[in-house]
């Protein structure tokens, strides 16, 4: 059983950083999905690929894998450019603007 070990990127609905600061193991699905042909539900038998555990370092992660004779796969994060703005959200009501305001 191989599994993925990988830090989640952050939800397009926010731009919170929840959820995204933890690592998650995850295994890979070994079997094919298949489409029922009634419904159109997408299934597998292999229910270990519903399985997904979040540790607080990645070297927690890895010693787990180990510990369980997992093959783990780690896929480290891409740095990312914070996005701060010099006046922040209160710019947007600042009384010494120079131009009008308008969306």
Known sequence: ????????????????????????????????????????????DDTQAQVRMRFATKEAALDYAKDHGIEAVVADPKPRKPNVRAGGYGENFATNRRGAWTH
């Open 1 to 44: 059983m191989t599994a993925r070990i990988f830090k989640p990127a952050k939800s397009a609905m926010s731009s919170g950083q929840a959820k995204s600061r933890e690592w998650v193991l995850e295994y890979v699905n070994d079997t094919g999905r298949e489409v029922d042909p009634l419904m159109g539900w997408t299934s597998s």
